[in-house]
T-cell receptor, first 113, second 116 residues
Framework: ETGVTQTPRHLVMGMTNKKSLKCEQHLGHNAMYWYKQSAKKPLELMFVYNFKEQTENNSVPSRFSPECPNSSHLFLHLHTLQPEDSALYLC????????????FGQGTRLTVV | QKEVEQDPGPLSVPEGAIVSLNCTYSNSAFQYFMWYRQYSRKGPELLMYTYSSGNKEDGRFTAQVDKSSKYISLFIRDSQPSDSATYLCAMVASPSGSGNTGKLIFGQGTTLQVKP
């Protein structure tokens, strides 16, 4: 695989639930990203972390809360989501945030009911 | 106007055909151009990576960039059923000096089906 592992692969949650998505990379990269992929839309960058520091928040609603405890792990904490948040959430990593070669995980298919 | 335009397809071709996938863009600052392939239920994987204008070949795949027309292409020769996937173009402005975080801008993706 790509060296970027995401769990869970599938998640169904109610609008009042709290859940977390996990991403782990084994590539020695220093930058990690969260993307949202919705049907018939381009990939949308949500957050960028470079050396554990958040360097970009692409106007993401506060019901999505990222956490990066170290360069190998990235979390996305979810609470009070809406049905329109249902999508494929992809994690990616690269050697550094200015590196253009990003490696993606397989994604978490999220359904909000 | 979207920064990157890509026809979503679907595009259906017979096995062995030459496939041409294209993207247009509006931001003249883009200098790095990538093609990702995404199989169903998988994450995107980097297929080709080119800098500035010109051609780059890798096996059956050729990436072409025409900066004057703001147009990039991916050609697949002798297409195989295993090439059936969604192909995403992506691009980024120069990351050096400006503090740019290397923000990739993706096209919508073109779904390709190669029929045996």
């Amino acid at each position: 695989e790509t060296g970027v592992t995401q769990t869970p692969r599938h998640l169904v949650m109610g609008m009042t639930n709290k859940k977390s998505l996990k991403c782990e990379q084994h590539l020695g990269h220093n930058a990690m990203y969260w993307y949202k992929q919705s049907a018939k839309k381009p990939l949308e960058l949500m957050f960028v972390y470079n050396f554990k520091e958040q360097t970009e928040n692409n106007s993401v609603p506060s019901r999505f809360s990222p956490e990066c405890p170290n360069s190998s792990h990235l979390f996305l904490h979810l609470h009070t989501l809406q049905p329109e948040d249902s999508a494929l959430y992809l994690c990616a990593s690269s050697r550094r945030a200015t590196n253009t070669e990003a490696f993606f995980g397989q994604g978490t298919r999220l359904t909000v009911v | 106007q979207k920064e990157v335009e890509q026809d979503p397809g679907p595009l259906s071709v017979p096995e062995g055909a030459i496939v041409s996938l294209n993207c247009t863009y509006s931001n003249s600052a883009f200098q790095y151009f990538m093609w990702y392939r995404q199989y169903s239920r998988k994450g995107p994987e980097l297929l080709m990576y080119t800098y500035s204008s010109g051609n780059k070949e890798d096996g059956r795949f050729t990436a072409q960039v025409d900066k004057s027309s703001k147009y990039i292409s991916l050609f697949i020769r002798d297409s195989q059923p295993s090439d059936s996937a969604t192909y995403l173009c992506a691009m980024v402005a120069s990351p050096s000096g400006s503090g740019n975080t290397g923000k990739l801008i993706f096209g919508q993706g073109t779904t390709l089906q190669v029929k045996p």
